[in-house]
């Protein structure tokens, strides 16, 4: 059974390729996608921000918000790939309310 989850991130912006942010956020949604587990319904790009903290010698990061239907027995791959992902600073995946 899909459960609606909100999944936000913080990409790195350090790198110098341009495309970095369209890509990692088209690799964590192929990700939720991967074997039918899940969908995602929005993408909300929040942009680029300053961190409140310094992460990795990183003070500023690009934030996105992604709102989508995930299968519970997903979300222990989705997690994994997001912790092993190089351009992902900090990711969090929260369970919303029907």
């Known amino acids: 059974m899909k459960r609606p989850y909100e999944v936000a991130f913080i990409v790195r912006l350090?790198?110098?390729d341009e495309n970095l942010v369209n890509n990692?956020?088209?690799q964590v949604r192929a990700w939720i996608?991967?074997?039918q587990l899940g969908e995602v319904k929005k993408i909300d790009r929040w942009g680029r921000r300053k961190l409140a903290y310094e992460i990795d010698k990183q003070r500023e990061g690009y934030y996105v918000l992604m709102e989508s239907q995930i299968e519970t027995r997903g979300l222990?791959?989705?997690?994994?790939?997001l912790n092993l992902s190089p351009y992902i600073?900090?990711?969090?995946?929260?369970?919303t309310d029907d």
Do not use: C, K
């Open 14 to 16: 350090d790198v110098t």
């Open 24 to 26: 990692t956020i088209d």
């Open 33 to 35: 996608e991967a074997e």
């Open 76 to 81: 222990g791959e989705l997690e994994r790939n």
């Open 89 to 95: 600073l900090r990711y969090i995946i929260v369970r």
